[in-house]
């Protein structure tokens, strides 16, 4: 069974550009989250989606943050326009059940310059 | 507001040896849960062990156990036998199950290096 997959791995941008990070979480699994973690501070929790639907954003930054999981499989996550202080390590989550323990991703690593 | 400590930003085991990871909380809540994930050099976290506050018993997961101490709002991680394959990061993460909270407040993280 394949687990949470995200893409790319690591992505460089310039400061004011976007940036779209991809979450593919382990099929069947209705729930979805997103974190972050900023260099040398603990993990952070962005998202939840419920299928398709945002159960709970109350971790988002700021606007220019926005997520989407159309047909509630896949999800993005759109950083527009990047600041330097988004740089860190996005994590993306996926579990069968609420409350349940999550499948983490491998990360992206977003830098921006 | 739930508060995840983890007071060892390093730790050192020699391999085959037992070693503990600290993780304190702080909430105000009665009904939450407690995680342990490690994270390998490779990126992932990888879950390795669930403790819910109601739970009389100590989880335990093959070498992994946790100690949990209600009163004192400590949910240690102790690895026995280490391998040089625990060398990663280990992060203690908190769940408030009483308000339905889906999300996870995570600490600081300890890197574990196990010396050969």
């Known amino acids: 069974e394949a687990g949470v997959t995200q893409f790319p791995s690591h992505s460089v ?99 921006v310059v | 507001a739930q508060k995840i400590t983890q007071t060892q930003p390093g730790m050192f085991v020699q391999e085959k040896e037992a070693v503990t990871l600290d993780c304190t909380y702080d909430t105000s809540d009665q009904s939450y849960g407690l995680f342990w994930y490690k994270q390998p050099s490779s990126g992932e976290m990888i879950f390795l062990i669930y ?16 100690n949990f101490q209600k009163a004192r709002k400590s949910a240690n991680l102790v690895i026995s036998a280490s391998q040089l394959g625990d060398s990663a990061m280990y992060f203690c993460a908190m769940r408030d199950l009483q308000r339905g909270a889906n999300n996870l407040f995570f600490g600081t993280g300890t890197r574990l290096t196990v010396i050969p």
């Open chain 2, 51 to 66: 403790q819910g506050s109601y739970d009389e018993q100590n989880a335990t997961e093959g070498r992994y156990s946790l």
């Open chain 1, 13 to 111: 941008i310039e400061k004011g550009q976007t940036v779209t990070l991809r979450c593919d979480p382990i099929s069947g699994h209705d729930n979805l989250y997103w974190y972050r973690r900023v260099m040398g501070k603990e993990i952070k929790f962005l998202l939840h989606f419920v299928k398709e639907s945002k159960q709970d954003e109350s971790g988002m930054p700021n606007n220019r943050f926005l997520a989407e999981r159309t047909g509630g499989t896949y999800s993005t996550l759109k950083v527009q326009p990047a600041e330097l202080e988004d740089s860190g390590v996005y994590f993306c989550a996926s579990s069968q059940e609420q409350g349940a323990g999550a499948f983490f991703g491998q990360g992206t690593r977003l830098t």
